[in-house]
């Protein structure tokens, strides 16, 4: 449905909610006729309103009457601009970052437990730049790189990833500084305190 036609509408539902019907009639005459031909079903409903207060709960003629029809306007024409002026509907630099989004998103980023989410991560980050990525397609990783949960370094044989006895996995580095803290490693998923050497080191193939 084009703007010019759903402005027309616009102009003419606010003349029956001021309850100037007869001009609203004389206005339907004059402009909408002419749409007849490619919006007879939209025209009918509309002619259909000179019988209903603006505070009506029948469907669909409330939802003509309803203030939302103004952000459908704004929407359309928002949509007539970009399309004259060659825009795209998203800003040039969404685009450019749901394309490095696109890359690091994974099934973690979304998780309820925050403990699964890395605080170095922007899809991690829900309220900053991660609602970008919401509807862009999971990464699909050839090659695994393990980041740490607690520090959000990468672990490698420089910093090991280390096992827990709980089952949780985190890099040296991180436990190291967390055992000076506290004279202990504390799981920060389980609170279960563990010295150094329960931890056991993995190697990944």
């Not at 306007?73 to 002026?85: I, M």
């Not at 989410?117 to 393990?146: I, K, T, Y």
């Not at 096992?163 to 389980?190: D, F, H, Q, W």
Request: one cysteine or more; a positive charge.
């Amino acid at each position: 449905i084009g703007l010019e036609f759903e402005l027309r509408m616009q102009e003419y539902i606010e003349l029956i909610r001021s309850n100037r019907k007869s001009d609203a009639i004389s206005y339907c005459r004059k402009h909408m006729k002419p749409w007849k031909d490619r919006h007879l079903k939209e025209i009918s409903r509309a002619s259909t309103l000179l019988v209903f207060s603006p505070d009506t709960q029948c469907s669909p003629y409330k939802k003509l009457f309803s203030p939302s029809r103004w952000e459908e306007l704004a929407a359309y024409f928002r949509s007539a601009v970009y399309r004259l002026y060659g825009l795209p509907s998203q800003p040039h630099l969404h685009l450019l970052l749901q394309t490095g989004l696109t890359a690091l998103k994974c099934t973690d980023c979304y998780s309820d437990d925050p403990a699964f989410r890395n605080r170095d991560c922007p899809v991690c980050q829900r309220d900053a730049m991660g609602f970008l990525a919401e509807d862009l397609p999971l990464n699909q990783h050839a090659n695994s790189l393990l980041v740490c949960g607690i520090s959000g370094q990468k672990m490698d044989e420089d910093n090991p990833p280390m096992r827990l006895p709980n089952g949780n996995v985190y890099s040296y580095n991180a436990l190291k500084e967390i055992m000076a803290a506290n004279n202990a490693i504390v799981c920060p998923r389980t609170g279960e305190k563990y010295a150094l050497a329960d931890c056991q080191r993995l190697f990944i193939c």
